[in-house]
């Protein structure tokens, strides 16, 4: 990790620093003034000076649904610093503090269930199973804030793969690691423990379904689900379950940890759509963290060109 990476590979700092700036900044881009301005323009953000490892070998994302190209990316101080995990704390600008200390040493990921080939993969096999991939997603929280973020990961595809799922399998269940040694808020009931998800296969098989191992090219912080994070973009936050621990092939529905706390205000589906709104507050706008006023929020968070036709005759407000 501290061999100097070679010139051909991306410099995240650099490269997402400068991206809007070039877009932005026409003639200039590229002078000693516009350094200069870019400069004054990320220090107002309160550049964040923490940094993880940096990922070899990221491969850029395509352009097309993979990449956000016309929304600024959220200012990685922002992705480190405003998080949802709740076996840490529920106060989203806590988290970060609470998991400065968090370990992955001796991560496993166990593959179990309907699968021809179950497998417990150390952290390295499991990396190994797709060359790191950028993605740029929109992130929509129920909540009604939103993101966009470049993470670094593989589609879920290249596991299922590995695993060779059964026929008879529909569904991939999702487990958070319990150990209220290391999330401190496993000792309440905030939430019934462990944090659980699920997709159906068909969703989970998707192109741009990944597990995220990295954000802004490096290692993937502990507050945003180190060492391995499930990221579906047309999806509300909360079914993108963190520190994973565990996966498994079923026949049945898995239960999902928000679902079950409240069935009425969370659904197993919880794909992104403004016309269908929360019991306590509406889903048709959302505020983008950094930006000033709210934006529309887009059926299937701007997917649904990609994703629609998975849920072809389903009525989406009874499965919401
Ligand atoms: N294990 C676990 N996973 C979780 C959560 C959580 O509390 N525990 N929060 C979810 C919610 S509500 C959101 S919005 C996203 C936040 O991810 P981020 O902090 O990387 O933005 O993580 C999701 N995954
Ligand atoms: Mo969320």
């Known amino acids: 990790m501290t061999?100097?990476?070679?010139?051909?590979?991306?410099?995240?700092?650099?490269?997402?620093?400068?991206?809007?700036?070039?877009?932005?900044?026409?003639?200039?881009?590229?002078?000693?003034?516009?350094?200069?301005?870019?400069?004054?323009?990320?220090?107002?953000?309160?550049?964040?000076?923490?940094?993880?490892?940096?990922?070899?070998?990221?491969?850029?994302?395509?352009?097309?649904?993979?990449?956000?190209?016309?929304?600024?990316?959220?200012?990685?101080?922002?992705?480190?610093?405003?998080?949802?995990?709740?076996?840490?704390?529920?106060?989203?600008?806590?988290?970060?503090?609470?998991?400065?200390?968090?370990?992955?040493?001796?991560?496993?990921?166990?593959?179990?269930?309907?699968?021809?080939?179950?497998?417990?993969?150390?952290?390295?096999?499991?990396?190994?199973?797709?060359?790191?991939?950028?993605?740029?997603?929109?992130?929509?929280?129920?909540?009604?804030?939103?993101?966009?973020?470049?993470?670094?990961?593989?589609?879920?595809?290249?596991?299922?793969?590995?695993?060779?799922?059964?026929?008879?399998?529909?569904?991939?269940?999702?487990?958070?690691?319990?150990?209220?040694?290391?999330?401190p808020n496993q000792t309440t009931n905030v939430l019934e423990w462990p944090y659980v998800e699920g997709l159906r296969l068909d969703e989970a098989m998707h192109p741009l379904a990944i597990f995220a191992t990295g954000l802004y090219g490096q290692e993937l912080p502990a507050q945003d689900g180190a060492p391995v994070k499930l990221v579906v973009p047309w999806k509300y936050g909360f079914k993108g379950i963190k520190s994973i621990v565990k996966i498994t092939l079923t026949d049945r529905e898995p239960v999902s940890t928000w679902n079950k706390r409240a069935p009425s205000e969370y659904g197993f589906y919880a794909n992104v759509n403004p016309q269908h709104d929360h019991p306590r507050w509406s889903q048709a706008t959302e505020q983008r963290i950094n930006e000033s006023g709210r934006r529309k929020t887009l059926m299937f968070n701007g997917y649904g060109e990609q994703v629609a036709s998975l849920y072809t005759g389903m009525d989406l407000d009874a499965h919401f």
Do not use: Q
């Open 3 to 183: 061999d100097k990476p070679p010139a051909s590979e991306i410099t995240p700092r650099e490269v997402y620093f400068n991206r809007r700036a070039f877009l932005r900044g026409g003639l200039i881009a590229g002078t000693a003034a516009a350094t200069a301005l870019l400069y004054r323009k990320f220090n107002g953000l309160d550049f964040d000076t923490t940094t993880l490892p940096p990922i070899r070998g990221v491969v850029p994302a395509p352009h097309g649904p993979f990449r956000v190209d016309d929304e600024d990316l959220t200012p990685r101080v922002k992705v480190v610093n405003y998080n949802n995990f709740y076996e840490f704390t529920t106060d989203k600008d806590a988290v970060a503090g609470a998991a400065k200390d968090f370990k992955t040493d001796g991560w496993k990921i166990a593959v179990e269930g309907m699968c021809h080939r179950p497998r417990v993969f150390d952290l390295d096999a499991f990396r190994k199973l797709g060359a790191p991939e950028e993605r740029i997603y929109r992130h929509r929280c129920v909540e009604a804030w939103s993101m966009v973020i470049p993470w670094v990961g593989f589609p879920i595809a290249k596991l299922l793969a590995a695993v060779d799922p059964l026929g008879s399998a529909k569904y991939v269940a999702f487990e958070t690691l319990m150990d209220p040694t290391r999330f």
